[in-house]
């Protein structure tokens, strides 16, 4: 499956492309007058290989959740038992997300692929092929419970690593032919920034000071530590960034594999993807590693609080949208972005040419 996903995805659409700007060009309004908007619109049309492309609804929100090995290094001063509680949130629809998702129209869907405790909450029957955003949805697809410790071990092995990113694809798939125009990342997994931190040390080569965040709010002594165990897994793993499933095995998390994978998905399918915080953009550097045409699909909806999430967003030649100070995850940040998206596309479908206006141009 991850061959063929790979396989699929092609660079943007230079016609479309060009298409968009001599259309952008032809709008009532000085050109250059939307600033960003105007070549995120363009960037659509190169995925869609259509001006204009597709307006990116509905959209569909994926949760994956997983625990952390390393998380008995006291890298967090939550319970780890907090990411199963936070699924049970989710379902119940009282998680900020949730409230987001409401505002926005978005479906939830929350993916297990590796909790460490039981969940709070069976999954509900519900088909797979109906994107309700009233009624979120759990699929229970663990590859184990939780990582292992990624400072004595690698944290998955391949094969574990592997399942986790087919999982992200299957996901893809399962949303996109249940109609989502656009797919944004969400996360959980109490610990799951410090694996976050090495994955963008290991595919940027930037220093562990400048990729590691304070995740939760720690305190001065646990960010020191915190900073010295992505040292030392760097160390002990040395991975290698033309590996990328070898880099996820090594120091990476379940969710932040299937994140990956949902990524390649969505650049498989032609489907915008809307990148959250510092979770979603490391799993977004694996992706660009498997296959750096997929860059073309991602969109980068805020600039996380975390550095990290800067040094990823900049090898990734993305800027993000919005920048309010965020590090929920969730996927917070990519439903505020939502309508930026949404806007930017439909300046093309809907505003007038000087032409069909009878405005005069200058």
């Known amino acids: 499956m991850l061959e063929t996903t790979i396989a699929a995805i092609r660079p943007a659409d230079d016609a479309a492309m060009a298409a968009a700007r001599e259309l952008h060009s032809r709008l009532t309004k000085p050109a250059g007058s939307l600033g960003a908007l105007e ?11 259509a001006c204009p492309p597709p307006l990116p609804e509905p959209a569909a929100v994926a949760i994956f959740a997983g625990d952390h090995g390393v998380h008995a290094q006291r890298v967090s001063p939550w319970p780890q038992e907090v990411t199963a509680q936070m699924i049970g949130n989710f379902l119940a629809g009282g998680a900020v ?49 939780g990582t292992r410790d990624l400072t004595v071990t690698a944290a998955l092995t391949r094969d574990e690593a592997l399942a986790a990113v087919q999982t992200g694809i299957r996901i893809a798939d399962e949303l996109i032919d249940a109609g989502a125009g656009i797919l944004l990342t969400g996360d959980m997994g109490i610990g799951n920034t410090t694996p ?75 489907t915008p993807v809307l990148l959250d915080g510092v979770i979603a953009v490391s799993a977004a550097l694996a992706a660009a590693a498997f296959a750096p045409d997929s860059v073309c699909a991602m969109v980068a909806g805020h600039r996380s609080a975390e550095p990290g999430a800067t040094v990823a967003l900049r090898h990734l030649g993305l800027d993000p949208l919005i920048d309010l100070g965020l590090r929920l995850g969730e996927g917070t940040g990519a439903l505020l972005a939502l309508p930026v998206v949404t806007g930017a596309v439909r300046v093309l479908h809907e505003v007038a040419t000087f032409d069909s206006a009878g405005v005069a141009e200058k």
């Open 196 to 270: 976050a931190a090495v994955l963008i040390a290991a595919f940027t080569g930037a220093d562990p000071l400048d990729t590691t965040g304070r995740g939760t709010g720690v305190d001065d002594p646990t960010y020191a530590h915190k900073v010295a165990v992505v040292r030392a897994a760097l160390a002990r793993h040395t991975p290698d960034p033309a590996d990328p499933l070898g880099v996820l095995a090594a120091v990476g998390g379940l969710e932040h594999a299937a994140l990956a994978g949902l990524i390649l998905g969505a650049a498989a399918r032609r």
């Open 39 to 49: 070549e995120l619109s363009v960037r659509l049309a190169g995925l869609a290989g």
């Open 97 to 145: 997300v949730n409230a987001f998702a409401r505002q926005a129209g978005a479906s939830v869907t929350v993916v297990d692929v590796g909790v460490a405790t039981p969940l709070p909450a069976e999954p509900a029957v519900l088909d797979p092929a109906v994107l309700d955003p009233a009624v979120p949805r759990l699929v229970v697809a663990s590859v184990r419970r």
